[in-house]
């Protein structure tokens, strides 16, 4: 059995309309979901395919994290998916600091964190003191790389471009519109 923490806020969210989302990832992942909704703590047990099972951790995480059940569940569509956390405040002296750096991996309207997503395919949530990825190895470690730059002080135009040379590398061949 695995234990998870789930935010107040986001206990709702995981056990969705009527118990929808949480039947959802009890069928898909083939577990037992036990929510303390009063404490946060999530159990979660195998009664299945172990292998979908070592994902269920990861999908109840992701969706604590604020990502959509959809998104967290995208996890078991695809062997190679994988979810990763990144703990801002590891990477930050102090409160202020981390607001700033939040502020910063956020943009402007939430320009930069948008163009994270576009660039690399991945899907990028940023919520309280973490940044949570969602997406293919190659999209996951862009967006890592990249947030390693932010969070190092680089100009968001230094990051723009590096995200564009990623976009290129991991579309080259794919890119339909490239025809002519």
Not at 75 to 103: C, I, M, P, S, W
Not at 146 to 155: E, Y
Request: net charge negative; proline share 3%.
């Amino acid at each position: 059995m695995k234990h998870v923490k789930v935010p107040q806020d986001r206990i709702g969210v995981l056990i969705g309309e009527g118990g929808e989302t949480m039947r959802e990832i009890e069928r898909r992942a083939e577990v037992r979901l036990d929510i303390d909704s009063e404490t946060g703590a999530v159990a979660i047990d195998d009664v299945g395919d172990p292998v979908s099972g070592m994902l269920a951790p990861d999908i109840v995480k992701a969706i604590g994290r604020g990502f959509t059940p959809e998104s967290a569940l995208s996890l078991l569509d695809n062997d190679l998916r994988t979810f990763e956390l990144v703990d801002l405040e590891a990477h930050t002296r102090n409160k202020n600091d981390l607001k700033r750096q939040k502020g910063r991996l956020i943009g402007e309207d939430g320009r930069t964190r948008e163009l994270m997503e576009e660039l690399t395919g991945a899907e990028v949530v940023i919520k309280g003191t973490t940044l949570g990825v969602i997406g293919q190895p190659e999209e996951v470690d862009a967006v890592r790389r990249a947030v390693g730059m932010i969070l190092d002080g680089a100009p968001h135009g230094a990051v723009y471009s590096f995200l564009e040379r990623k976009h290129n590398e991991l579309t080259q061949g794919f890119d339909v519109r490239q025809s002519g």
